[in-house]
């Protein structure tokens, strides 16, 4: 084998119109955008420096060209030379969210016996930009030096986590996380400072429940490095992806092969997604299958219907294995956890194409592999994986049950909340521009009799201070920014991230009162297999300030009927759902108005709901009311009433109908 020659780094900005300086011997070379990477070259020394230049512009390019038109210009060429205005209307598009809106980071460091990695891993962390916090998850450690290092920086939280294991100690951390969104990243891991920002930057879409992105070598100075890099790189390219229920479907014959979604040294979850999924499986740990719990994590997110994001501009440099018997024994573990994940993911969801490709996919795969390896270099490596398969699927045989080990936190299980005494509610807060009254509807959430509680603030593309008022309740609010989508999208963004058995709708410039919860809880409890019950509530000023208290009926058997002839629920405040009906039913985002009573008769024709007279809720007239707008809500509550009518069953529901036509044009007409 040739003496081997340490690779260099470079980073050519081609926004600053020079061409790639000339260097010597062999290089990685990255090309940039401002912070935006584009695409990389090999440089291995025998090549023309004119003909590298060109390749890296040729990818760019094609990079350029799957970024949105509109914003992007068409060419590179043109990109090298945008105005400042154009520049700024990019920079704007990859942020996404305007920092002062963005959530904050629980960020996840798991680590064991190498004190001097994790104090340089903490110092770069502690440069970025943003609002989070730093949890280091001493694993099984052999004494106390990192936490001696830990000590060092008070912001920073400790916890010893003494059974060994990744997943482990991921679990621990994500337990342990403040705040909704949770990154993990190695403590071999070095980041730029805006790494924070560009985490929580890509959470825009409430489907999205996990997000990696760009790993690049910190260096290439071994051969094992260069290898590692070269043919089992954790870049997954510098294109943004979208990794859905369609990209799992596609792949279904053969099992979705979420490797290519990213690298744990690099990732972030909304913490939510572990109670809707599970945590992390601690079969799939180092000494027990080898590895592979995070992108088994991501298949469980594909599998229940969520979405997984890939964003280039979220970047890692990672300090890749530096001996040749480092690597083989990292890709020896590497495919004994992906084999151990295939049978998992075939025992969780069976029939999606696992099984198949452990059957025929990895056979087929490594027999080709042994063919065309055989007189190259990769051949030093075959033996290793196919080990490591045969030794995943013997690991799985004797270990095809989880089985949380002794002491872990979630040995117990979380179970549904609904099951439990005092089952946990969820109330989701929809907020544009009505920051003044956003902490009286907190307020009368956190001062609820029922004591089980969780509150998401949805902020729908507000340009007041409702992120400042939602700071201010970090620990006791998840805060979610959407670029202005409207009410129904808000609503849905927030019960797609609901935890609760049970859900309440709460606009915010109107508030609860304090026995609203636990009343509409007695009435679940009374009538078992009902999917929604509502009460009455009081009409206030903008003071808040009795004006009225409109009157309510009890409705038990005959709420369609009921609901057909007016919205006998005239505030959605005052409804509690049972939250597993919005896995079949969502608020209609093509509705300017009425779409929560759109909702609550799609409900009624098709379950058992109540209607009971109890005084649940203020609704606050200031003048600035969506039901203000007489023309729209007759308008909207017509079309409402039309959409029904093909499933009328007899002459009363289309009598109901008419006198529900009679009923809302009289009532917006006076």
């Known amino acids: 084998m040739d003496k081997f020659v340490p690779y260099k780094i470079l980073h050519w900005q081609i926004d600053n119109q020079l061409p790639l300086q000339k260097d010597s011997g062999k290089a990685l070379i990255y090309a940039w955008w401002k912070h935006l990477p584009l695409a990389q070259a090999w440089w291995e020394g025998d090549e023309s420096w004119q003909t590298i230049q060109d390749s890296l512009l040729t990818s760019a390019g094609k990079t350029i060209a799957e970024y949105p038109h509109g914003i992007f210009p068409d060419t590179l060429e043109e990109l090298k030379s945008v105005t400042p205005a154009a520049a700024a209307k990019i920079d704007a598009w990859l942020k996404g969210i305007p920092a002062e809106n963005l959530s904050p980071v629980s960020v996840v460091i798991c680590t064991r016996n190498r004190p001097g990695a994790i104090k340089t891993c903490l110092e770069n962390l502690l440069l970025c930009k943003g609002d989070f916090e730093i949890i280091v998850v001493d694993n099984s450690p052999s004494d106390d030096s990192t936490k001696a290092v830990v000590s060092n920086f008070p912001t920073v939280r400790y916890l010893r986590e003494p059974r060994p294991g990744l997943d482990i100690a991921r679990n621990t951390g994500a337990l342990a996380a403040q705040f909704e969104l949770v990154a993990f990243t190695d403590d071999d891991v070095i980041v730029p400072d805006s790494w924070i920002e560009n985490i929580a930057g890509s959470f825009q879409d409430s489907r999205t429940m996990a997000v990696t ?55 972030a979850f909304r913490k939510s997604i572990f109670l809707k999924a599970g945590y992390f499986d601690e079969r799939l740990d180092a000494g027990a299958a080898g590895c592979s719990g995070d992108s088994e994590m991501w298949y469980r997110i594909l599998a229940e219907g969520y979405t997984c994001g890939y964003n280039p501009q979220l970047i890692a440099y990672h300090q890749h294995r530096t001996t040749m018997a480092e690597l083989k024994n990292q890709l020896f573990h590497y495919m004994k956890g992906h084999v151990a994940a295939l049978y998992i993911q075939e025992e969780k969801y069976p029939g999606n194409g696992n099984e198949h490709r452990i059957n025929k996919g990895l056979f087929r795969y490594y027999f080709h592999q042994l063919l065309g390896a055989a007189a190259g270099r990769r051949a030093l490596f075959i033996w290793p994986q196919i080990k490591g398969c045969l030794a995943g699927a013997r690991f799985y045989k004797k270990n095809n049950q989880l089985i949380y080990k002794e002491g872990s936190p979630l040995q117990e299980g979380r179970g549904n909340a609904a099951d439990t005494k005092a089952p946990l509610v969820t109330v989701v807060i929809t907020c544009y521009n009505h920051g003044r009254f956003l902490k009286k509807a907190i307020n009368s959430v956190l001062e609820q009799t029922h004591s089980n509680l969780e509150i998401i603030v949805v902020n729908d593309g507000s340009t007041d201070n409702t992120s400042t008022i939602c700071r201010q309740y970090s620990k006791q609010v998840r805060y979610v920014y959407l670029q202005r989508k409207g009410l129904s999208a808000a609503r849905n963004a927030g019960v797609k991230l609901a935890m609760g058995a049970y859900t309440v709708f709460l606009d915010a410039d109107d508030f609860l009162y304090s026995e609203a919860v636990e009343i509409n809880l007695y009435f679940f409890n009374y009538l078992p297999g009902i999917k929604m019950v509502s009460g009455g509530h009081h009409l206030v000023d903008e003071d808040g300030r009795m004006l009225s208290a409109p009157k309510t009926m009890v409705v038990e058997g005959e709420n369609y009927r009921a609901l057909l002839e007016g919205n006998y629920i005239a505030m959605e405040a005052a409804a509690m759902y049972d939250t597993g009906i919005f896995n079949e039913l969502q608020f209609d985002t093509a509705l300017e108005a009425c779409e929560d009573y759109d909702l609550n008769l799609k409900i009624a024709r098709r379950y058992p709901v109540f209607g009971h007279d109890k005084v649940l809720a203020a609704y606050r007239r200031h003048g600035k009311n969506m039901s203000d707008n007489r023309n729209k809500m007759l308008r909207c509550a017509l079309e409402v009433l039309e959409r029904q009518r093909p499933d009328l069953e007899n002459q009363t529901e289309k009598s109901a109908l008419e006198n529900g036509i009679e009923n809302w044009t009289k009532h917006y007409s006076q």
């Open 213 to 267: 992105g760009l790993v690049m070598p910190a260096q290439l100075d071994s051969p094992a490095q260069y290898f590692f890099e070269r043919y089992w790189s954790f870049n997954k390219g510098f294109v943004p992806r979208v990794f859905d229920s369609r990209y799992f479907g596609d792949h279904k014959s053969w099992g979705a092969p979420v490797w290519e979604i990213g690298a744990g040294a690099n990732m």
